[in-house]
């Protein structure tokens, strides 16, 4: 399966207020809205907002996001190419989270989701 395209996010100091200011300011509707994530729709398109804990990351290009089948697979596949991974892989409940520089610089977040199994 190819990758699945979810949202484009931005790093932001406080997830609430960027959120505020886009449903409030553009009249995005909002679908969730935590202290440490928010997502708007953008007419069928999310804009997710992550809170950061570096200054740095603030204001920087957006992260294109990505739910894949197998990460370890993908990684592997895009380090081939050119890509190198930023950090480690990491293992919150939700599944398996990488994040890649592409050869030009810009940001990919993967996640594998946790399969949901059927009850």
């Known amino acids: ?23 409030e300011g553009l009249g995005l509707p909002v679908k969730i809205a935590t202290l ?43 380090e081939s190419i050119g890509a190198k991974l930023e950090g480690r892989i990491r293992e919150p409940s939700f599944g398996k989270v990488a994040a890649m520089r592409t050869p030009d610089g810009h940001l990919l977040s993967l996640l594998q989701p946790v399969a949901v ?3």
């Open 117 to 119: 199994s059927a009850a």
């Open 1 to 23: 399966m190819a990758a699945e395209f979810k949202h484009i996010m931005l790093m932001v100091k406080d997830v609430p207020t960027a959120v505020k200011f886009y449903s």
């Open 36 to 78: 440490g994530w928010g997502e708007v729709d953008a007419n069928g398109t999310t804009i997710a907002f992550h809170a950061s804990e570096s200054d740095a990351d603030v204001g920087s290009s957006p992260i294109l996001s990505f739910h894949v089948d197998d990460i370890h697979a993908v990684i592997a596949k895009l």
